[in-house]
């Protein structure tokens, strides 16, 4: 057999294997991974419409804040499961969907309670509730038995943490009068902290947790660093790493009080740090602004269709709306963390 085949049949070989070792892909957390559970609650925080989801396969808007996939998407394809993680809360999908693979996410959510308050989100203890649900239907449909193994060999991501600071701590004074920024840090880990706890304690064992990217430089918040002449928020990138930094510590803690848990810190800092300080090697020519509209304070309704600043090739910018990555971004950055999985986890 020459080389290329013997390559080829292993690669081959070694998703097989990992579709038998992980059975499902479950996604709890914010707009960097929700795929469409905004959809159907109450929330001005939606993106099931165009120019959302325009690289999406058939060019259908879906609810993910993307241009295309995101990154929970790229990763059960790794795995080979499936192409694209359904939303919980939509009708469209039955329990045989979510079977494989189901996301319970909420775009403009948080760790905290008050986050998923401002813009009347899924709150995360509402997600773990919708888990526990989740758990009972898959009993019903594939038997106690097989249902229990599908949720002890599934691998579970999460993805939050933004919102708590951009959208909450720094917005309202709330938090900020009780809190310094440590203080909150360790409130929000905290929560983290129990939420990892609970899963376990229903049967979680395989858990990537995703911290947080360097926030200060999204285009909404460069837009608004009128006094950094636009460049990216270096205090709002901090808080991101040192909130990654305490994250570390809680998942090494949680894997050694664990003993069944497998925790990994799935960090996206590093790439996302790459990809903006040398956009051109990745084949990208605009970082400051996204695609959607002007490109400085855009997202949901105001990322409109009717806009013709909107540009056309998405594959050339970082972002897609002034919060967003671009499908091409996500792309890159699962790349990054997908070999990590699969030795963690197949
Ligand atoms: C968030 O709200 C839920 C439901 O009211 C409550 O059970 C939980 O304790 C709250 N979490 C925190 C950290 O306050």
Known sequence: MSPAWLLLLTQILLVAEA???????????????????????????????????????????????????????????????????????DPAFTIKDFATGVCF??????????????????????????????????????????????????????????????ENYYVFPTRRLHFTVSQ?????????????????????????ITGLIPVGCLPLERATNIFGDHGCNEEYNNVAMSFNKKLENVITKLNRDLPQLKALSANAYSIFSDIITKPSTYGFEVVEKACCSTGTFEMSYLCSDKNPLTCTDAEKYVFWDAFHPTEKTNRIVSNYLIPKLLATFR
């Open 19 to 89: 579709k038998k070792n992980v059975p499902a892909v479950i996604v709890f957390g914010d707009s960097s991974v929700d795929s469409g559970n905004n959809n159907v609650i109450a929330t001005v925080l939606k993106s099931n419409f165009k120019p959302y989801g325009r690289d999406f396969e058939g060019g259908r808007p879906t609810g993910r804040f993307c241009n295309g996939r995101v990154p929970p998407d790229f990763i059960a394809e790794a795995f080979g499961i499936k192409r694209a993680i359904p939303a919980y809360l």
């Open 105 to 166: 996410a909420s775009a403009g959510t948080g760790y905290d309670n008050a986050t998923s308050a401002v813009l009347n989100v899924i709150p995360l203890w509402k997600e773990l509730e919708y888990y526990k649900e989740y758990q009972a239907k898959l009993r019903a449909h594939v038997g106690v038995e097989k249902a229990n193994e599908i949720i002890s060999e599934a691998l579970y991501l999460m993805s939050l943490g933004t919102n708590d600071f951009l």
């Open 184 to 208: 909150y840090e360790d409130f929000l880990l905290r929560i983290a902290e129990n939420f990892v706890r609970e899963l376990y304690a229903l049967g979680v064992r395989k858990l990537s």
